[in-house]
């Protein structure tokens, strides 16, 4: 008897732990994490393979990553072939069980090239440009998607994720009344990137990108686009240039000290900047960052 | 000519498969690497490089790669060119992927053997540019290359991975180039290695692996070795990064002595250092030992230094080789110097650590 009272205390102890237990979800960015951790709340573990320090074009397929992959319910990418190095962390992870969601469907990609691409164009993403996250109405896209993803992994969940869901979107049209009435100095105005991760943003809050200081996406700058560049930003007074923290500074001074013009780290991704810890704080301190600069100028 | 020919015609079907797959869903990857090489020799050993320049095209690689359904893919890389100028495959596998128990994987077909880790890498993955010494003295030009099936786990050990491979091998691969021809039993080789995160920018990988196979079909002897191999990886940003990477082996077998049969081991070590200083430019050193797999009083170290420099990533490179080789019986060090213009043309690849 008193065997079988503790195969069943055992047992009990088991299916509570199950019951407990989260659910695993892996992340290509830290933009997908954070909105993740809002839809899953409590029941879910999030880590992202990139962190957003780094530049997500150029991920190294690490046996680690795949050794967090291996133990994943779900993987949650961005596509548009941004998180190409996902396929073989993926592969490698072995995971049979793994469901994988493409967080780009029902996006509507900009800048998808009608005409055939080829490497002269340097990196250009034949699907169209892969920064979609940044726009406020697309986060509302993901958060869908991953909702979509966790309802179909985890049925029973579903009151808090679509309560979650409901509450992402209700909060994010609250701080995009905020962000579009902090960003009405920035109305048309022209800024300068080092690379084209903007045309989501600057959609969205009507600033206009004038160039770019890579020649070509993902192709190093030259003297002769900078030189160019130089004297773009001096005929049509721009004041911003906006590097993303992971690329080098040397080339975006050349031109400041150039033109007067001023250079702004701007995160493309959560955690790229002190401050931007979730997906709301990275706007805030996108636009805060421009706010400043443009006022100090 | 006829080989001219030959090869611009696989070119040219590759190319027409290739566009007009590119349009389709389901699509292989296709590559083509091209490596062309200005060669230049003092005091070499044979009279063909003697104190002399050379142009070659050394070889061009067509790789493709792609899903073959949901649970497997297949990869096939060939070669054309290289010393004997012929077309061959260099790989050609299928991997189950996932759906396996135990966390397996399973490749089947021609691939580069897991025996330490330089030599799953093909050449044109090297800043050094040449395969190491003992690969050759070893294994031929082209390292342990043979048909077989390796099966894989990954283990994952807290946040490191443990990775456990076992191969099962036609078992040529000791025999030389005419093996093809000679009747020969399997052979097999295992691996561990072990992958760890070292704080957020670094990595480092270390394993061991062992071998068992035929040395001499007629008298039916049988070599085993061994191999330790390591690899550590700064890489703060796209910018910087530093790579440290050590391999070594041991074979034994039986040979004929002056007083009959003998014991002989043999010893090969590999070491480089590989520093990108900036985004397109790297530099850095190596040493390359290996006695002679059947008599270990027979040896040639070389040392060198490289550089290189990529236009766009890999696919437009540059890279300067020096290098010293002296050894047992050379009359004097030989040097050599390599201009490398490699090439690729395809989709751009993950990159692999």
């Known amino acids: ?36 951790e809002y839809i899953g709340g409590e029941r879910v573990s999030v880590t992202s393979i990139a962190n957003g320090k780094s530049n997500p074009h150029f991920v190294e397929v690490l046996p680690s990553y795949m050794v967090t992959v291996s133990k994943a319910d779900i993987y949650f990418k961005i596509g548009l072939e941004l998180d190409f190095w996902a396929a073989p962390i993926i592969d490698g992870s072995r995971n049979g069980k793994l469901t994988v969601i493409d967080c780009s469907q029902g996006i509507e990609p900009m800048e998808k090239p009608t005409a055939k691409v080829d490497a002269s164009m340097g990196d250009i993403h034949p699907q169209g440009n892969p920064h979609y996250w940044l726009d406020p109405a697309n986060a509302l896209i993901i958060a869908r ?85 130089i004297e773009l930003i001096k005929a049509r007074k ?51 960052k421009l706010l400043t600069t443009g006022r100090v100028r | 000519m006829k080989r001219v020919f030959l090869t611009i015609l696989l070119i040219n079907i590759f190319a027409t498969i290739s566009e007009s797959i590119a349009q389709a869903p389901v699509n292989p990857d296709i590559s083509f690497i ?31 790669s792609g899903y073959l359904n949901p649970y497997s893919r297949a990869d096939v890389t060939l070669g054309i060119g290289g010393t004997g100028g012929e077309i061959d495959i260099e790989e050609a596998f299928a991997t189950l992927v996932r759906g396996l128990p135990l966390n397996l994987q399973v490749k089947a077909g021609q ?50 991975a443990l990775t456990i491979s076992a191969n099962l091998l036609q078992g040529d691969f000791l025999l030389g180039e005419d093996a093809g021809d000679i009747d020969h039993n399997m052979g097999g080789s295992g691996r561990i290695s072990l992958f760890s995160s070292v704080g957020a920018t670094s990595s480092l990988e270390i394993g061991v692996s062992g071998l068992y196979g035929q040395s001499e079909p007629d008298s039916n002897r049988w070599a085993t070795m061994g191999d330790f191999d390591f690899k550590y990886k700064w890489r703060p940003d796209v910018y910087h990064s530093l790579v440290i990477v050590g391999e070594s082996m ?25 520093y990108q200083f900036r985004r397109r430019y790297n530099a850095g050193a190596f040493v390359d030992y290996s006695q002679m797999p059947d008599d270990n009083s027979l040896y ?13 990533e890999e696919t437009y490179r540059i890279s300067l080789m020096l290098r010293q080789d002296d050894g047992k019986d050379f009359e004097k060090p030989f040097q050599t110097v390599i201009l490398q213009l490699l090439w690729s043309l395809g989709p751009h690849k993950p990159h692999q650590f």
């Open chain 2, 250 to 274: 041991v074979g034994s077998r039986k040979i004929d002595g002056v007083n009959g049969e003998e014991t002989n081991s043999s010893f090969g070590a590999f070491s480089a250092v590989d």
């Open chain 2, 34 to 64: 091209g490596d062309m090489r200005l060669f230049g020799y003092r005091n070499a050993l044979s009279d063909e490089y003697y104190n002399k320049l050379k142009l070659n095209f050394e070889e061009l690689e067509i790789a493709g």
């Open chain 2, 300 to 312: 040639q170290i070389g040392y060198g230094a490289f550089a290189g420099f990529s236009l766009a």
């Open chain 1, 145 to 229: 998607n991953i909702t979509k993803g966790l309802l179909q992994i985890d049925p029973t969940g579903s009151p808090i994720y679509e309560a979650n869901l409901v509450k992402f979107e209700s909060q994010l049209n609250a701080r995009m009344e905020i962000w579009k009435k902090e960003t009405e100095p920035l109305s048309g105005m022209e800024i300068i990137t080092y690379h084209n991760s903007w045309p989501y943003f600057s959609r969205a809050f009507g600033i206009k990108i004038a160039g770019f200081v890579e020649p070509k996406p993902g192709i190093e700058p030259t003297p002769s686009h900078t030189a160019e560049l």
């Open chain 1, 238 to 288: 721009i004041k911003i240039i906006g590097k993303e923290p992971y690329f080098s500074d040397k080339s975006p001074k050349t031109i400041a000290r150039a033109t007067g013009a001023t250079i702004v780290d701007l995160p493309p991704s959560v955690g790229g900047l002190p401050g931007a810890e979730d997906y709301f704080s990275l706007i805030d301190t996108i636009i805060s």
């Open chain 1, 1 to 36: 008897m008193k065997k079988l009272i503790s195969f069943m205390v055992l047992m009990l102890a088991f299916i509570a732990m199950a019951a407990n237990a989260k659910i695993n979800v892996v992340t290509s960015t830290s933009d997908l994490k954070s909105i993740a």
């Open chain 2, 111 to 160: 691939y580069l053997v897991d025996f330490g880790m330089l030599n799953t890498q093909h050449p044109h993955q090297w800043s050094w540019i040449q395969r190491p010494l003992m690969h050759q003295w070893f294994f031929g030009e082209e390292g342990l290359k043979d048909i077989g099936i390796d099966v894989t786990t990954l283990i994952p050990v807290g946040n490191n």
